[in-house]
């Protein structure tokens, strides 16, 4: 009787280990997600603090955009930087969130502040041909048309990022064009991280602290995770 007992205590107790290891294995996976995210949004508040030091200065921020829009350069790099912790805590879980996150921004910084620079330019072109049609019949054409293109520019950036930090090897060229791509052909996870990022930039404006060092890594998760899986396709 006591071999019985203490073999069904055995299974009782190999039941319950069998029951907590997915539990505790789901927990350190979200812990880690979190805390590299935390330490991604670092990152980006560094690569922020030019345009937020601009918007506090300058007296008239909506009327000096494009000096704006120059302060924000830097924020390419962050985000790519960011892009390419993320893809190595997928390929290695052990792997230093802000170490990873240096040799990202060393890594692809150039290729990553020429995107970003494209979609400043862009935006520049965007705001200017808007403001000289407004007021005309072109208006209730061409605007929308403006915005939409803008808003798949910004989209396809952030798929070039995560090209960046998946492939770092392949041709610039290649990597715009299959960040445009994938942006096309997927519209719903283009539409949503359109979504997630609109959302960013209005909490940022709101209160920039907690936009930009607390949801910042995981905004920049979400959208990285929308890209990663259309370069799985």
């Known amino acids: 009787m006591s071999a019985v007992t203490e073999r069904r205590a055995d299974n009782r107790a190999g039941g319950v280990r069998g029951l907590l290891q997915p539990r505790r294995e789901t927990f350190e996976s979200v812990f880690g997600v979190v805390y590299r995210s935390l330490m991604v949004g670092v990152g980006v508040g ?3 603090l ?3 030091a601009a918007i506090v200065l300058v007296a ?9 829009l120059l302060c924000s350069l830097p924020l390419g790099p962050a985000f790519a930087a960011g892009c390419w912790s993320f893809q190595r805590s997928r390929d290695a879980a052990d792997a230093g969130p802000l170490r990873e996150v240096g040799i990202g921004l060393l890594r692809t910084w150039r290729p990553a502040l020429a995107v970003w620079s494209l979609v400043c330019a862009l935006t520049f072109v965007v705001v200017i041909d808007i403001v000289a049609v407004w007021g005309t019949p072109f208006a209730i054409l061409l605007g929308p048309l403006l915005v939409v293109v803008l808003l798949l520019a910004v989209v396809a950036a952030f798929g070039v990022f995560a ?7 392949l041709r610039f060229r290649a990597q715009l064009l ?7 052909r997927r519209p719903g996870t283009s539409l949503l991280s359109l979504v997630l990022l609109a959302a960013w930039a209005v909490i940022v404006l709101a209160q920039p602290v907690l936009g930009l060092l607390a949801l910042g890594g ?3 998760y979400a959208v990285w995770s929308n890209a990663a899986a259309a370069l799985a396709d």
């Open 46 to 48: 560094i690569g922020a």
């Open 50 to 52: 030019p345009l937020a």
């Open 60 to 68: 008239e921020p909506l009327a000096s955009w494009p000096f704006l």
């Open 163 to 169: 090209g960046l930090a998946a492939a770092p090897g």
């Open 178 to 184: 299959g960040g445009l791509v994938r942006t096309v």
């Open 218 to 220: 995981f905004v920049l």
